[in-house]
């Protein structure tokens, strides 16, 4: 079973960064990618960036590039979303998920973490 638990978030002012973690325990090995969604209230939840982990290759929703990045540590099986810059309109609930060996189907995910930015 595998399991993902998100960290990092909290509250800051507008302008400042945050560094979220997601940490894989259980069964996983190399997945074809892992990816960071939000979900602020009243909204549908928004996939803002993907990291296909056999490669290089990202890719960042518009509203977030330039100002956030993600990252893998495959030796500690963790996933990382760098923000800085932070707007109001960031703040949502941060979800990480990651798929299979295979396809990028996203299976697995984390519960979350709130960020909240705010003067």
């Known amino acids: 079973q595998v399991k993902l638990m998100e960290s990092g978030g909290g509250s800051v002012q507008p302008g400042g960064s945050l560094r979220l973690s997601c940490t894989a325990s259980g069964d996983m090995n190399s997945p074809y990618c892992m990816a960071w969604f939000r979900q602020a209230p009243g909204t549908e939840r928004e996939e803002i960036a993907r990291l296909y982990a056999r490669g290089t290759d990202t890719w960042y929703h518009s509203s977030v590039e330039g100002r956030f990045t993600i990252s893998r540590d495959n030796a500690e099986n963790t996933l990382y979303l760098q923000m800085n810059s932070l707007k109001v309109d960031d703040t949502a609930m941060y979800y990480c998920?990651?798929?299979?060996?295979?396809?990028?189907?996203?299976?697995?995910w984390g519960q979350g973490t709130q960020v909240t930015v705010s003067s």
């Open positions: 998920a990651a798929s299979g060996l295979a396809l990028c189907h996203l299976t697995f």
